[in-house]
């Protein structure tokens, strides 16, 4: 139990277009998800927080307009990055709250690997 | 706000060795640690976690890690590792609005 998807694992694109990531929880309802970026050989750097049918809180230095964030459903919760550019090619993590261990554990995707060119 | 810091950027040993992965944390309130862990190309996986009660936490792979309030130290410990525990090892810290806080990690390599 408790398994958090992501789609796409990995997606390529132009510099100026946006791409959306789903992050899922399979097999519980998530109280609330996040969106971590993690750079090579670095840490996991938190960027919102998402509960279901409210707006995304979003961390110092992030740009809420560019990283956009919508919470459709207790399993659902996507992350559009608008017109992206080469330096926001990262990884994408999120992870969800919830299941049988309770509210106090997060369950992390598998991540999804963006490159703008 | 809270923070973490891990002692070591790499850790190389041999199998069977003991490890010892050092994490300190700061922040005012109480918190919940963490210690995860990512092998080559997979997702974190929670090694083990420590809320409250016991400070000497047992996970999951033979890991351990004790809490100790007075250092503000979370230490990850492994008495006898295997060339399949090479992997990215990072502490964190959650507090009560459950966000997490990451160290910048450990890379262990363990050579057979």
Redo the contacts between chains.
Sequence with gaps: GAVVSQHPSWVICKSGTSVKIECRSLDFQATTMFWYRQFPKQSLMLMATSNEGSKATYEQGVEKDKFLINHASLTLSTLTVTSAHPEDSSFYICSARGGLAGVNEQYFGPGTRLTVT | AQSVSQHNHHVILSEAASLELGCNYSYGGTV?LFW?VQYPG?????LL?Y?SGDPLVKGIKGFEAEFIKSKFSFNLRKPSVQWSDTAEY?CAV?GV?????????T?VTVRA
């Excluded at chain 2, 997979?42 to 929670?46: R, V």
């Design positions: 919940n995860y997979q997702h974190l996986q929670l976690k809320f990072f959650g609005d459950y966000k997490l806080s990451f160290g910048a990690g890379t």
